[in-house]
């Protein structure tokens, strides 16, 4: 089946330095939906994406559509410690009605 | 706060136990989704419902049995599990099909001895 590649795997960063990680396909993707899951609980939807070459904010967060569809970016900035969690990505497959989630990126911060 | 609520929060159930796992949204969603999450591992698509019809079966078990009684409630009825069917059970909502935005319960712990 399709996948979504995320990275990196995991990411360890100091308080207030800007994070980067992106989700790519070899497939088109119609829709890219950004979520932080913690421990134990539902993911949350942060940001979404409906358009190629869409840049979109929400807080601290900003997330683009790539151009070819193939991919998306999502950058912290300032990064906090509640920022700690799993980044999964959500892509909407191209003429199906299924959400497939990327690998997930393991974020850490420290103080 | 989520506005899909899951009961129960953990469950603990032997291989020859019935038990259902339940949820709830109040957004007027018309599409509602079980998925299945393993530890460090993406959610997985079990089961698909539009306006209170099974769109889609992810070629899951038929030990996992979905009902959606109306457009607000969806339920999991679970039968002879294996251990292995030990996961976090998450129910999820949209407006429509397909998603434009996916809304997730917290999710129910299940562990099966």
């Known amino acids: 089946g399709q996948q979504l590649n995320q990275s990196p795997q995991s990411m360890f960063i100091q308080e207030g330095e800007d994070v980067s990680m992106n989700c790519t396909s070899s497939?088109?993707?119609?829709?890219w939906l950004w979520y932080k899951q913690d421990p134990g609980e539902g993911p949350v939807l942060l940001i979404a994406?409906?358009?190629?070459?869409e840049l979109t904010s929400n807080g601290r967060l900003t997330a683009q559509f790539g151009i070819t569809r193939k991919d998306s970016f999502l950058n912290i900035s300032a990064s906090i410690p509640s920022d700690v969690g799993i980044y999964f990505c959500?892509?909407?497959?191209?003429?199906?009605?299924?959400?497939?989630f990327g690998t997930g990126t393991r974020l850490q911060v420290f103080p | 706060d989520t506005e899909v609520t899951q009961t129960p929060k953990h469950l603990v159930m032997g291989m020859t136990n019935k038990k259902s796992l339940k949820c709830e949204q109040h957004?007027?969603?018309?599409?509602m989704y079980w998925y299945k999450q393993k530890a460090k591992k993406p959610p997985e698509l079990m089961f698909v419902?539009?306006?209170?019809?099974?769109?889609i079966n992810e070629s899951v078990p038929s030990r996992f049995s979905p009902e959606c009684p109306n457009s607000s409630l969806l339920n999991l009825h679970l039968h002879a599990l294996q251990p292995e069917d030990s996961a976090l059970y998450l129910c999820a909502s949209s407006q429509v099909i397909p998603p434009g935005e996916l809304f997730f319960g917290e999710g129910s712990r299940l562990t099966v001895l």
């Open positions: 994406l409906y358009k190629a070459g």
């Open positions: 419902y539009s306006y209170e019809k099974l769109s």
């Open positions: 957004m007027g969603h018309r599409a």
């Open positions: 497939s088109i993707f119609n829709t």
């Open positions: 959500a892509g909407l497959w191209d003429n199906t009605d299924k959400l497939i």
